[in-house]
């Protein structure tokens, strides 16, 4: 079920930087009641990542492929580890970037941050388990996406780094989208 978006919602949610961004929504997404988040570029700021490692790294290090790969953008990441039972370290994390520009397509993302797309520099990853997700302007995708990729990085026995806010500043966007209300907790 779709729910539709406030009709007092203003244009600057997700991403807040919808009045700066020139980009286009990357989404393919036939929901009326969805233009305003695709208005609002989640798919331009909003993504998730996995990476799967042989070595450990620490928060310096992950900060560092992050921003070699964006080349500098503005970010805020938040972000979980923990070491798999054949040794690798299984890495994921939210990323909101770019904050107040055009953020990137979700194909750029991908290119940007995936391993398998692309070599990063700082690591050895094993690419098949690596990979790149960009939130789509869609509520109901929204409403599957978030809570799985948030529940990947709270699982159990994981170390969590980064931005710890960054989890309710996303909560605060889904919920000003429209997305869940106020009242629920999902």
Not at 95 to 123: I, M, N, Q, W
Request: charge should be negative; hydrophobic fraction near 40%.
């Amino acid at each position: 079920m779709i729910l539709s978006p406030p009709s007092s919602l203003p244009l600057v949610v997700g991403a807040r930087a919808t009045e700066y961004c020139p980009g286009q929504c990357d989404c393919i997404c036939f929901h009326d009641s969805c233009e305003l988040y695709s208005a609002s570029l989640w798919c331009r700021h909003w993504c998730s990542i996995r990476w799967v490692v042989l070595e450990y790294l620490d928060r310096d290090a992950v900060e560092g492929i992050l921003l070699w790969c964006l080349a500098g953008s503005r970010i805020r990441y938040w972000g979980s580890s923990k070491q798999t039972e054949d040794g690798l370290w299984d890495y994921h994390f939210l990323l909101h970037t770019d904050l107040s520009g055009e953020g990137f397509s979700g194909l750029t993302f991908r290119d940007l941050l995936d391993p398998s797309v692309t070599r990063l520099a700082g690591a050895t990853f094993d690419v098949d388990q690596c990979g790149v997700w960009s939130f789509r302007c869609c509520a109901e995708s929204l409403r599957q996406d978030v809570n799985g990729h948030v529940l990947a990085i709270m699982s159990e026995d994981r170390e969590e780094f980064g931005d710890l806010e960054l989890v309710s500043h996303l909560r605060e966007d889904v919920v000003a989208a429209g997305v869940y209300s106020k009242e629920r907790e999902d």
